[in-house]
T-cell receptor, first 114, second 115 residues
């Protein structure tokens, strides 16, 4: 079946530190992979996506590369800011199997301190 | 990008009453919308898939008579929590896919508190 496993956290970093949040997946078909971010009190916002192997999604300084060989989609940012404090969700969608919904990881709470 | 609006953002209701949550796609037509529930410090759990003009598809373990879903138009889906109880208190989020079908856009979420 389809599932996503991500680093649980919480993660606390100082401003300008390097961020990695690990995400691995299992899928029966050919998934598209996503990172969503949830700021306090808000719904989810798409952060970045990748639709096929070796694609790199990037946005707001965040990057993730779709690695089919390791079934991973780790999120990275070179220098985090206080405003990046949020919960980050890795997700997959596998339309070829007819599963049009998103499968989410458990989310990782990031807190960036000044 | 596409916008999905969810209303209300917060609601407090008495035990035994019903609450309706609306989810609208503002600038695109959504034949399919999804309703999720998020428990504290947990991930999102898909509750049901809402299909315009037909019955919703519920995930295993979700009571369809308790969580009524209506998708009467291409831009509006509603979730009604009937006879709410304190254990229904949660954060409910809807999403809709854009017309390309790849990206899901989420509403702002509704924090339901049943007292």
């Amino acid at each position: 079946g389809n599932s996503v496993t991500q680093m649980e956290g919480p993660v606390t970093l100082s401003e300008e530190a390097f961020l990695t949040i690990n995400c691995t997946y299992t899928a029966t078909g050919y998934p598209s992979l996503f990172w969503y971010v949830q700021y306090p009190g808000e719904g989810l916002q798409l952060l970045l996506k990748a639709t096929k192997a070796d694609d790199k999604g990037s946005n707001k300084g965040f990057e993730a590369t779709y690695r089919k060989e390791t079934t991973s989609f780790h999120l990275e940012k070179g220098s985090v800011q206080v405003s990046d404090s949020a919960v980050y969700f890795c997700a997959l969608s596998d339309r070829r199997t007819g599963a049009n919904n998103l499968f989410f990881g458990t989310g990782t709470r990031l807190t960036v301190i000044p | 990008g596409a916008v999905v609006s969810q209303h209300p953002s917060r609601v407090i209701c008495k035990s035994g009453t019903s609450v309706k949550i609306e989810c609208r796609s503002l600038d695109f037509q959504a034949t399919t919308m999804f309703w999720y529930r998020q428990f504290p410090k947990k991930s999102l759990m898909l509750m049901a898939t809402s299909n315009e003009g037909s019955k919703a598809t519920y995930e295993q373990g979700v009571e369809k008579d308790k969580f009524l879903i209506n998708h009467a138009s291409l831009t509006l889906s509603t979730l009604t929590v009937t006879s709410a109880h304190p254990e229904d208190s949660s954060f409910y989020i809807c999403s809709a896919r854009d017309e390309g079908g790849l990206v899901a856009f989420f509403g702002q979420g509704t924090r339901l508190t049943v007292v």
